[in-house]
C-alpha cells in the first residue's frame, strides 16, 4: 500500500534502532501523547527495538479516554429527550457513564447514531425536520475543525434542528499541566496532525518555558523510531526544540483555513478532563454568536455530579504515572468487552491496547 | 448471569464474545444436548448407518444488493458453506422469506433468481419453503432463511472433531481476508471510498471436495461473523495449544487493508462469506496449496499459520519487525476510530 508500506521497512527500522543505541547514554521518559502513537508502539512491537535507557509513557491523548463522566450523562440525558437523535463517532458508544452506556440506551429505545463523519449528521437533520440532532463532538484539534465546519454549514444552510454538544479539546495545556505536576517527562512525542492544523508554535513554550523538546511524528514505525532518535539526540546534546518528523504531512504553520474556521466557532473554557480533573483554558466552547448551536445553551438537563469509578487508576495512567498493570481492575473486571474506565473502551486507549498486545 | 434489565445490543449479533455469552447463558442453558454442545457449524446426525449433517442460517443483511452478490446468493452460500466445512456434501436445502409490505416485486425475483442460480452451481436442490408477509417497518425489506442438509461420507465423519491436532500443524486460508465486511461496509455506509471490494460470496463444496479427496483434514471451519480471528481463537480454547500467524503471509486485499488503515479495523476480525481456514499436517501442506491454487475459488491460499506449544489458548500475530500481538475474538461490534 502506498504511502505506508515505505514506513514500515524493517531494514529502515533496524537501521534507527542501531543509531538510537549508538547515542542514547542518558535514562530518559519520552510520553507518546496520542493514542494512535501508543498503538503503534505496540502494533508494531517497537518497545523492544529500543534501548534499556529509552523509557516510553504513554499521555492522554486519546480523546474518548479524557471526555469527562459528567459528558457522557449529559449525552445519556439528552438522549432520553423526546425527539431528540444523538449522533456520534462509534468509539463513545461503549463508555460507561454513571451508570449506563450509550449502547444500552439505544437497546431502551433512545435514537442514537454512529456516523462517520460530522457532516451525515446534518443530513439526518435535514431528513428529520420535526427531531432535535445533537452531535457529541469530542477530539481535539483534529476533528474540532470538523465540527466547526458543520456548524458553519449549518448555519449557511439555516438548520435549525442541528445542535453539538462539544467536548473539544486541545493538546498544549495538558502537556503543560503534566509538567508543572512533576510527572518526569523528558521530552514529547507530539501528534502529527494535531499540528497538521495547528502548526508548531503551539509547542514553542515547552521548549522554551519548560526545557523540554518536542517532536511532531507520523504513526507509523519508520516515524516513531526516527521521532524517538530526533528527541534522544536533542536530550544528549542539550538543546531541546520543537521538531517535525512528519514533514510529508505538516507545515510549521499549519492549516490556516480550519484554525479560521476553529477560531470563528470556539472560544477556550477551562474544561474537565477524566482522571486528571479541570485544565484551564483546555476545552473549546461554541462562541455566544452560535450558541444556537450549542446543546448546553438550548437544552435543559439536570445531570448530577459523577464519581470515577472505584479502583479505576485512569487518571494515574493518563498522566503517564502508572501502566495499566497497575491496575487491580486490568484484564479482571475490566476488559474490552466490559469496560469500567474510559482508557479500556476506546481502541485506542492505554489500557484497550495493553490488553490487545499483551503477549 | 442474566440482569432482569438487561437487553438484546447490537453487538450481541456480531460474532464474538458478546454473542458467545449470550448463547451461553439463554440458548445453551436450554437447548443443550450432546449433539447441539458440539456447536459446530452444522449438526451430524445418525440416521441409520448413515450420517447427515443439518444445519440453518438467517439472512438479514443491509444492503440486500451488494457489490459480488445479493442476499439470495448469500442465503444458498452460508448455508452450502456450513455443510461443506462439516464435512458433508450438500444435498438440499430449504428457503424461507419474509417479506415487508411494500417490497418490490421485481426486487425479490432477482433475489429468487440469484439463490435458484446458486443453488444450481452449488449442486444443491430447494425441496421447501414458506414465505410470509409483515407490516411495513416490521422488518427490513426481506430477511431470508436457509436450512440444509447433506450426506456424511464415512471417511470424513471426524473433520469438525478438531482431533489429532499438533504443534507445528498448518493453518491454510484459502483467498483475501475481509472483502465480504469491507464491501458491505462501503456499500452501507456514506463512506464513497472509491474502491473495487467485493464479496468473496461463494459456494465453496466443489472446493471442500477436492481438499478432503486431498488430504487428511484436522479441522475446517468458515471464518464468517467474527472473522479468522473467532474462529481460531475458538480452535485455541478447543485444542489448548497455540496458534501463531505471519502477519505478512495474511492474503488481503489491497483496498480492504486501505479501508482498514482508515478505519483502524483488524481485516481479522471482518466477516468473510467465501472463505475455509483449514488445519493439516505440514507434510500434506504444499501439495494440498497446489490443489487448493488450482481452483477458482483457492488461487490466492496462502499458510498463515501454525500450531504451537507456547501460550496455550492463544493466538499470537508476529510481523515483520518483531512485534508481537494476541489477536482476541471480538469483543462486540468493531468500532471505527476517530483520530
Known sequence: MKYVDEYRKKELILSVSEKLKAISKKEIVLMEVCGGHTMAIHRFGLNSLLPATIKLVS????????????????????????????????????????????????????????????????????????????????????TAPLTAAAILQAKKEAIANFFVLSAHKIMPPVMKALVSEGVKIDGFIA????????????????????GLGVVVAGFEPVDMMQSILMLTSQIESGKPAVEIQYQRVVQPEGNKIAQNMLSEVFEFRD???????IIPKSGLNIRDGLSSYDAEVQFNVSVPESTEPKGCICGQILRGLKTPVDCGLFGKKCTP?????????????????YYKYRS | MIQKE??????HGSGGQMMHKLLEDVFMKHFGNPILNEQTDAAILEAGSAQIAFTTDSFVIDPIFFPGGNIGKLAVCGTVNDLAVSGAEPLYISASFILEEGFLLSDLEIIVESLASEAKKAGVQIVTGDTKVVNKGKCDKLFINTAGIGRVSPENRMVTKALGIIPGDIIIV?????????????????????????????????????VLETSEVKFMRDPTRGGVATVLNELAGKIQLGIE?????????????????????????????????????????????????????????????????????KVVLKNETGGRRIVDSLSGDQLPRIC
Not at chain 1, 341 to 349: F, L, N, P, Q, R
Not at chain 2, 186 to 202: G, L, Y
Open chain 2, 174 to 210: 484459502n483467498g483475501t481476508i475481509g472483502d465480504h465486511g469491507m464491501a458491505i461496509m462501503n456499500a452501507r455506509e456514506s463512506f464513497n471510498f472509491k474502491t473495487t471490494v467485493q464479496s468473496d460470496c461463494a459456494s465453496l463444496n466443489h472446493l471442500i471436495r477436492e
Open chain 1, 271 to 277: 474544561d474537565r478532563w477524566r482522571g486528571l480533573g
Open chain 1, 337 to 353: 468487552s466490559d469496560p469500567v474506565g474510559a482508557c479500556m473502551v476506546s481502541g485506542e486507549g492505554t489500557c484497550a491496547t
Open chain 1, 59 to 142: 499521555g492522554p491523548g486519546c480523546p474518548v479516554c479524557v471526555s469527562s463522566q459528567h459528558f457522557i450523562d449529559t449525552a445519556m440525558a439528552y438522549s432520553k429527550l423526546p425527539g431528540v437523535i444523538i449522533t456520534t463517532y462509534g468509539d463513545l458508544i461503549r463508555v460507561p457513564g454513571s451508570s449506563t452506556s450509550l449502547e444500552k440506551e439505544r437497546a431502551n429505545g433512545s435514537d442514537i447514531r454512529i456516523i462517520y463523519s460530522v457532516l451525515e449528521s446534518l443530513e439526518i437533520a435535514k431528513a428529520n425536520p420535526d427531531k432535535k440532532v445533537v452531535f457529541l463532538g469530542i477530539g481535539f484539534e483534529t
Open chain 2, 245 to 313: 500467524l505471519d502477519e505478512c503471509e495474511l492474503p488481503v486485499n489491497n483496498g480492504v487493508k486501505a479501508m482498514c488503515e482508515v478505519l483502524g479495523f483488524d481485516p481479522l476480525h471482518i466477516a468473510n462469506e467465501g472463505k475455509v481456514l483449514i488445519v493439516v499436517s505440514a507434510e500434506d501442506g504444499p501439495n494440498l496449496m497446489k490443489v487448493l491454487r488450482n481452483n477458482e475459488l483457492g488461487r490466492k491460499s496462502a499458510i498463515i499459520g501454525r500450531i504451537v506449544s507456547e501460550h496455550s489458548g
Open chain 1, 191 to 210: 501528534p502529527g496532525h494535531v499540528s497538521a492544523i495547528t502548526g508548531t508554535a503551539i509547542y514553542n513554550d515547552l521548549a522554551t518555558t519548560c
Open chain 2, 6 to 11: 438487561d437487553k438484546i445490543m447490537l453487538g
